[in-house]
């Protein structure tokens, strides 16, 4: 491809040298970041909806229980973040 040229007529690409190309270590760290990533998310639902349903089923009844269930929740999404920051960074020591 020429270095003039906006793109290649081939493949398209606009880079000069081809589209870049991941090595293995570079898609496993990918790989790792994207499960870390679904991680946080994951446990810090489960806290959220721990919280919700603990705060729901312990309220007095009505509105009261929504709110309580919203509170709890939210403590949940608190504890969540961090529990889910400290299984990420010590699943290695686990393996």
């Not at 040298?17 to 991941?22: A, D, L, M």
């Not at 990918?30 to 729901?56: K, P, Q």
């Not at 509105?63 to 400290?86: D, Q």
């Amino acid at each position: 491809m020429s270095f003039t040229a906006a793109s290649c007529p081939h493949c398209g690409s606009s880079e000069p040298t081809g589209p870049y190309v991941h090595s293995r270590q570079e898609l496993r760290k990918l790989r790792a970041e994207a499960m870390n990533d679904r991680r946080l998310v994951i446990v810090t639902l489960v806290c959220c909806a721990i919280g919700f349903a603990y705060g729901a089923l312990m309220g007095p009844g009505g509105a009261a229980s929504l709110w309580g269930g919203l509170a709890y929740g939210f403590v949940g999404a608190v504890i969540g973040v961090p529990a889910a920051f400290v299984i990420n960074v010590t699943r290695h020591l686990l393996e």
